[in-house]
């Protein structure tokens, strides 16, 4: 009678589990995910797990049955379905289910008797790993910031070196341009020697040309010539000197 009941109030229950339990129950219900639906996004899981009762029930599944069946529904529900199990022999009680029991109680015990310490000393690792993360993180994130000035320093380095190659060619200019002034003084210091020793042996010639024209000159002079020319000089003289004392 109540596995009619329970049977009979599953798809009515089913749709009324709030969204996320019923679309759990629902994909539980589904061997394959075979159709087009596997191919949408899959909600993000949560960081913590809902409430449950002894370890295993979910708190929604007690808040479900207590407007129908009351405070002991759930429980009822429960050991109706365990009776209906055993009394249709669908499991059957053999030395397995003495083991699964015993191995059950030994699990619950340890979880009530090291599950705190457990708790703890996971917490202590989980807090470990998040400070080696938030660590690492940290790191990379300054290896980033760092990597993004070195890069920054990338970009400059080409203004630095067109700067040096306009310095090395403005030296290359200067330099040229100094030997191209040598080469000018040095040859306008050969030009000039040559003007200078032209401008010498003509200054020569000519005072050779002089002195010889001088000395010929002197010796074509006869001595009869020499005294009339000085008697002329001194009758010269003389009239020159009557001139001067008239006109005063």
Not at 115 to 127: C, P
Request: hydrophobic share 45%; with cysteine.
């Amino acid at each position: 009678m109540l596995s009619r009941l329970v049977l009979r109030a599953a798809p009515a229950a089913l749709r009324a589990l709030p969204p996320p339990v019923a679309v759990g129950v629902l994909h539980a219900t589904r061997s394959l995910h075979t159709t087009r639906q596997s191919l949408a996004p899959v909600p993000p899981l949560p960081e913590k797990g809902g409430e449950v009762r002894h370890g295993l029930i979910p708190e929604e599944f007690f808040q479900f049955l207590y407007p129908k069946t009351g405070v002991t529904g759930p429980y009822m529900l429960g050991t109706g379905l365990l009776l209906y199990l055993l009394s249709k022999e669908i499991y059957v009680v053999n030395h397995e289910t003495v083991a699964a029991a015993c191995i059950l109680t030994v699990i619950v015990y340890a979880i009530k008797k090291f599950g705190a310490g457990s708790r703890v000393f996971l917490q202590e690792k989980v807090a470990t790993a998040l400070a080696m993360k938030n660590e690492a993180m940290q790191s990379l994130q300054t290896a980033i910031e760092q990597e993004k000035k070195e890069q920054w320093r990338a970009e400059g380095r080409g203004y630095l070196f067109e700067a040096k190659r306009n310095n090395v060619a403005m030296l290359l200019e200067a330099n040229y341009r100094e030997r191209l002034l040598m080469v000018y003084n040095e040859v306008k210091k050969r030009l000039d020697y040559q003007v200078a020793m032209q401008t010498l042996k003509r200054q020569k010639e000519q005072d050779h040309m002089i002195q010889w024209v001088e000395k010929n000159v002197v010796q074509s002079i006869t001595p009869q010539q020499q005294k009339e020319s000085i008697a002329k000089c001194i009758l010269d003289l003389k009239a020159l000197s009557k001139s001067a004392h008239a006109a005063v």
